[in-house]
């Protein structure tokens, strides 16, 4: 069953549980999302549903900025495809999440037909990039990306926290490694050959 949710102003991220002896089936979470197109949702691995609140004037500026920079790079480099934050990707925890910018190689991309492109995509990408916004708590953040995105096999990962001028960069079994005041912050692995112009960021709105 489709249902249709009304909630109030959200100022940081709730948890819905619908029914809790029976998770949605990804079909009938993918169902539920096409019914409430005006809610951000995210789905972790132990089937609940993140109810993100909508990003501010910055946070979507900043996370915007990034994901179009990643996007020119991909179409000059064309090994592969970058995604912004309206993209769900179906982990094999089961969770769906929607990191603010991300690539996929065309290799990967192949294995998936052209129906399956046009959903939620069943893979994992190499790279992904999670902006901090002001709902945002570091530490959940941190976590987030540690077990949701390197744990189901991405291998690089940034989280950028502009207020603070700080990126924590995430490899795939290796230590976090955090770095202040760049201005420009080279990709490595996967998107090797990138570098993201920290400038408007850091500066924001």
Known sequence: MVTHVALPALVAPAKLILDPDRPL???AYADFCAANPDLRLERNAQGEIIIVPPPGGESSYRSLTVAAQLERWSRRNGRGRAF???VQFILPSGAFRSPDAAWVSNERL???TKQQRRQFPKLVPEFVVEV??????LSAAQRKMQEEWIGNGVDLGWLIDGDTETVYVYRASQAVEKKKGLRKLAGEGPV???ALDLTAIWEGL
């Open 110 to 112: 192949a294995r998936l």
């Open 192 to 194: 090797k050959g990138f």
């Open 25 to 27: 089936s990804d079909k």
């Open 132 to 137: 901090m916004s002001p709902s945002d708590r």
């Open 84 to 86: 912004d934050s309206s």
